[in-house]
């Protein structure tokens, strides 16, 4: 199951990496577009698509690899008892406030596709279809979430917070 796991957050990764190389790829098109004197049609929604793209896909990637911002001024100083009731608070809260986003997300993408509801810029994308990548993102985010908050529940979670480099970077 973790090897399965790790893969599906690596896959998203990569495909955050992908939508970025889009980004670059739409952007350039965009400049040559303008030195050469024609105009590529949505090449900004596109950019804009993959961006967004990019971010969601990557949440779950960047949270299992302890690189979303935290604060820990409060958990750092706590140990024990105290410490893993905290983090199973803030786990639980967190995968509730993330399911709520992947349900909305996936909400929002299916009824953009019922309703077909199309872009209103100059590329008239059917929204559901850029929609999509943030839905996926967020429930793998909620699948992260979930697989942190039974590591934490289990007592295998690591706290690499606590190592004396990534205090001096906060």
């Known amino acids: 199951m973790r090897r399965s796991l790790d893969f599906l957050y690596d896959a998203a990764a990569w495909l955050a990496a992908l939508a970025m190389i889009g980004v670059l ?45 935290r604060v ?22 967190a995968v509730l406030l993330a399911g709520l986003f992947a349900w909305f997300s996936v909400r929002l993408a299916w009824l953009s596709h019922e309703f077909n509801d199309m872009s209103t810029a100059n590329d008239a994308t059917p929204l559901w279809i850029p929609q999509v990548a943030m839905a996926v993102g967020t429930v793998i985010l909620l699948i992260a979430f979930i697989d942190e908050w039974v590591l934490e529940w289990r007592g295998l979670r690591s706290h690499d917070e606590d190592n004396e480099e990534a205090l001096h970077n906060e």
């Open 25 to 69: 790829a739409m952007v350039l098109a965009s400049i040559l577009g303008r030195l050469l004197h024609f105009n590529l049609a949505g090449s900004d929604a596109y950019a804009g698509y993959c961006m967004a793209a990019a971010g969601f896909l990557a949440l779950a990637h960047t949270l299992k690899k302890n690189e979303h911002i």
């Open 72 to 93: 820990s001024l409060i958990i750092g100083r706590l140990a024990g008892g105290a410490r893993r009731g905290l983090e199973i608070w803030a786990l639980s809260a």
